[in-house]
């Protein structure tokens, strides 16, 4: 079973919808984190938690909102979504050990969003 | 401002050449980390190397290197022997330290292409 789980892997929806993606981890890890895939503008980061009371907006949280229900699980909501919003979702972890600077991020397989 | 430029959309390398792949990063902070992924075409996020930014030394991992130049705010990768199953997406990201809330953020990409 995959460490960085992510669901659904696809999903197609109108616009106006509200949205939820899910993410959750076997790996333990407190650090978790939303991005958002598109190309040529690589990843940007969404919104990211430090621990279950710990949540901090990233690069472009415009529209977006976050709930970290768990230490393993942290998800993405689109409230009203939006054609811009269409994109590669990622949610990736990270192991916070002597604070976390050479920890490398693991991510999930990616959930390809798109609104019409 | 970009914190993250990779300034080099795509690349050609032939097999069995060595490539480098450029990166400069932006920050205030005296403690960060850089990390270098690569992303095929299946999709999946992959870690290859990490420096950081008090490491005296260039970090390697067998056919990976990492030519970091602190002064100038490069970290660029280096390939050797490049094969075709280097043809990829690869990303620069900073873990940024205490003024950038030790969040991680990513650039544009360089697509890299191997020539047989």
């Known amino acids: 079973d995959a460490d960085v789980t992510q669901t659904p892997r696809n999903r197609i929806t109108k616009t106006g919808k509200r949205i939820m993606l899910e993410c959750s981890q076997t790996?333990?890890?407190?650090?978790m984190y939303w991005y958002r895939q598109d190309p040529g503008l690589g990843l940007r980061l969404i919104y990211y938690?430090?621990?279950?009371?710990?949540?901090n907006k990233g690069e472009i949280s415009d529209g977006y909102s976050v709930s970290r229900q768990a230490q393993a699980k942290f998800s993405l909501s689109l409230e009203s979504a939006i054609p811009n919003q269409t994109a590669l979702y990622f949610c990736?972890?990270?192991?916070?050990?002597?604070?976390?600077?050479?920890?490398?991020?693991?991510f999930g397989d990616g959930t390809r969003l798109s609104i019409l | 401002a970009q914190k993250i430029t990779q300034t080099q959309p795509g690349m050609f390398v032939q097999e069995k050449e060595a490539v480098t792949l450029d990166c400069t990063y932006d920050?205030?902070?005296?403690?960060?980390?850089l990390f270098w992924y690569k992303q095929p075409s299946s999709g999946e996020m992959i870690f290859l190397i990490y420096?950081?930014?008090?490491?005296?030394q260039n970090a390697t991992e067998g056919r990976y290197s990492l030519n970091f130049q602190k002064a100038r705010k490069s970290a660029n990768l280096v390939i050797s022997a490049s094969q075709l199953g280097d043809s990829a997406m690869y990303f620069c990201?900073?873990?940024?330290?205490?003024?950038?809330?030790?969040?991680?953020?990513f650039g544009a990409g360089t697509r890299l292409f191997v020539k047989a």
């Open positions: 790996k333990g890890h407190d650090r």
């Open positions: 420096q950081g930014s008090y490491d005296e």
């Open positions: 920050t205030s902070d005296q403690s960060y980390g």
């Open positions: 990736a972890t990270s192991d916070a050990t002597g604070k976390g600077s050479n920890q490398p991020q693991h």
């Open positions: 990201a900073m873990r940024e330290g205490w003024t950038g809330g030790f969040k991680t953020i």
């Open positions: 938690s430090f621990d279950v009371k710990d949540i």
